[in-house]
């Protein structure tokens, strides 16, 4: 194990979830893999090549540096689209290697049209409309300018797509927000058509949208969550299952957390254990110190709560989370020695920690959680 801590991604596991989400949603919808944040954390370089084993041909990015990455690993002829920030040189970048990016602002498309003139190249872009969200996007004022510029330059242009994104459609709260922003999307796309402004695809559905609001597939879903195999929310899933006969999961999780016990010894009844007064021994304990701590993306708000796996038994996490360490309490689990095997997240002879416990214990997201691991832990691909 290099470093401290090493997290698994299980191949076969991930092309499982993409053949379920391809066949689910059907072959008229295209999937855009979302590997922003570093593919969730599940790393980007390693995520890539796997998804197109699966025929994923589309990735999405935030980032002029997310797409740098995916494009050292990616097949010549799949696309990567970045929703988010570039500087002018990365617009320059993006347009000369033929990168699709989102537009939402007069001033970037200005800047893409100076650069393609630049390198006489056409710019593929996706117009990004404010529905609702309040984020990024054009209203509807700000499009009359678009379009004029657009058809003053339309030698620079390939306008490949037109998107939005949802306020939250992993919860049945906003379903009324959620319907409007549908309703204003497509008035947009009309509205555009009918001023000779055709997008090649339409585009509005993250992971949580493309399971509640089966309308909003459309050409194509960006599907980050799901494909990592995990559910946006509790909500999502009972959606998915709710006429189905069959209410099992269909998506497998395909990553693993482990580390190794880097020191065992034995605590005094009435002893403290770490730092402060968090825990107190009451009876004499054997403790395996793991050498992940907050700095590694394990939480500190795990202290005293937090569960590991060892020698396919839990062991709970006592005391402090440090910085980089945490403490196991290990005295139920006989013939424990340094060295053994750790997993913070993952599963071992039928006992599980999963990505969810960690949630339930610290209030974060899923999402929140895996895009917290920092990029500095090896990835390696299993099986």
């Not at 990016?101 to 001033?107: A, D, G, L, S, T």
């Not at 509790?234 to 099992?248: G, L, N, P, S, V």
């Not at 999961?249 to 730092?275: A, C, H, N």
């Not at 002879?349 to 969810?356: K, V, Y």
Request: charged fraction near 25%.
């Amino acid at each position: 194990m290099a470093g401290t801590s090493v997290i698994e991604i299980d191949r076969t596991a991930f092309i499982h979830n993409l053949n379920f989400l391809q066949h689910y949603l059907g072959d008229e919808v295209k999937i855009s893999s979302v590997i922003k944040s570093n593919a969730y954390g599940h790393g980007i370089e390693q995520v890539v090549p796997i998804a197109e084993m699966a025929g994923i041909r589309h990735f999405s990015v935030f980032s002029a540096e997310e797409a740098q990455t995916a494009c050292q690993v990616k097949k010549p002829e799949t696309d990567v689209m970045i929703m988010g920030w570039m500087s002018d040189e990365e617009i320059e970048w993006a347009i000369d290697n033929d990168l699709e990016f989102f537009v939402f602002e007069i001033i970037k498309l200005e800047k893409a049209a100076e650069k393609a003139k630049k390198l006489n190249k056409v710019a593929k872009i996706h117009i990004e409309v404010e529905t609702g969200l309040n984020r990024t996007g054009f209203t509807q004022r700000q499009l009359v300018k678009v379009v004029k510029f657009i058809k003053e330059n339309r030698d620079l242009f390939y306008v490949k797509g037109l998107c939005t994104h949802y306020a939250g459609a992993e919860s049945i709260a906003n379903h009324v927000r959620i319907q409007k922003q549908i309703r204003k999307y497509n008035q947009v796309y009309k509205w555009l058509c009918n001023r000779e402004i055709v997008p090649e695809i339409r585009h509005t559905a993250c992971s949580a949208a493309a399971i509640a609001y089966p309308r909003t597939r459309m050409d194509m879903v960006r599907i980050g969550i799901l494909q990592y195999g995990f559910w946006p929310t509790r909500e999502t899933f009972i959606q998915y299952i709710h006429k189905r006969m069959d209410k099992a999961d269909p998506l497998t999780r395909i990553l693993s957390w482990k580390s190794q016990i880097m020191s065992i010894k034995k605590v005094k009844t009435g002893e403290f254990v770490s730092y402060g007064t968090a825990y107190l021994a009451q009876e004499e304990k054997v403790i395996a110190i793991v050498p992940v701590g907050y700095s590694h993306g394990y939480s500190r708000s795990l202290s005293n709560q937090g569960r590991v796996i060892i020698d396919g038994q839990r062991a709970p996490v006592i005391g402090v989370v440090n910085m980089n360490m945490l403490i196991a309490d290990v005295t139920h689990i006989p013939g424990v020695k340094r060295g053994d095997e750790v997993i913070l997240i993952g599963e071992d002879n039928g006992i599980e920690i999963t990505l969810a416990s960690f949630a339930d214990f610290n209030n974060q997201l899923n999402y929140e959680l895996l895009a917290r691991l920092p990029m500095s832990i090896p990835r390696e691909v299993i099986n």
